[in-house]
């Protein structure tokens, strides 16, 4: 069980404003109606769904709007998304990984490669980058929720494979195979984690000077924006003093 980790999933660096909010609650929307349609309406018997139902819990998108999308993946009339997964590098050399639900694979497909491409990185050939990165199911609690070492038991116990606590929170991983008993087992100890999701951990992390990292995390910031991306993941290290002048 590991101690420390830089990885963050990049989609939630940043505070939330009140001006991107309602794209944040469709792009959650969306994910929870696909997850719906591809297998049952039941959260508890859908591990997916369970993982974006918590995920909009997190960011206090209302009951209604959750249970709406439900619904909206039994009617006939539901949208038809394809998930795409694009790798490719950043500035610097970063190694980058974006998924998408999409309508529209030839409009998102342009997008994505014209955000890489004015950043100076570009897209390259699935499988391509994502052998640097472990496919991990990941549960998170705040800091509140345990000590450190309650977590470390709890996760155990549970049947994690690996645990990171920090001032910011509780991660605990496991295979994705997993993250639906393990999502559940640490429930009922420790109550409703303010995340469940299948995550892409980098093996290993590139340092940025700041002039490469702010390249990087305007990149970042575009991918976020666009409305068919539901996840943007990278190697890279920057420095605290960039993140928050990026942030502020």
Not at 72 to 92: L, N, T, V, W
Not at 138 to 154: G, I, S
């Amino acid at each position: 069980m590991a101690g420390h980790s830089q990885f963050k999933n990049i989609m939630h660096r940043k505070g939330r404003q009140d001006a991107v909010r309602s794209k944040l609650f469709s792009k959650l929307a969306r994910e929870i109606t696909v997850a719906a349609k591809l297998g049952v309406p039941d959260p508890g018997m859908n591990a997916r769904l369970r993982a974006a139902i918590l995920a909009a819990r997190a960011e206090n998108m209302p009951k209604d709007n959750i249970e709406r999308a439900i619904r909206k993946s039994q009617g006939g009339d539901a949208e038809s998304y394809e998930e795409i997964r694009y790798e490719g590098y950043g500035p610097g050399g970063v190694a980058m990984i974006v998924e998408v639900l999409t309508d529209n694979r030839n409009r998102t497909a342009s997008d994505v490669r014209a955000a890489f491409t004015k950043s100076g990185g570009n897209l390259a050939e699935t499988g391509a980058v994502s052998f640097q990165f472990d496919r991990l199911g990941v549960v998170e609690f705040d800091a509140k929720a345990a000590t450190a070492d309650d977590m470390l038991n709890a996760a155990i116990d549970a049947g994690a494979d690996d645990v990171v606590s920090t001032e910011n929170g509780h991660e605990i991983y496991v295979a994705p195979d997993r993250l639906g008993d393990l999502a559940r087992a640490l429930e009922k100890k420790l109550g409703e984690p303010r995340k469940a999701a299948l995550v892409w951990k980098p093996q290993t992390t590139v340092p940025l000077d700041d002039e490469q990292g702010e390249k990087l995390l305007r990149l970042v910031e575009t991918l976020e924006d666009h409305d068919d991306v539901q996840g943007v993941y990278a190697n890279f290290e920057v420095s605290d003093a960039l993140l928050s002048r990026i942030s502020a």
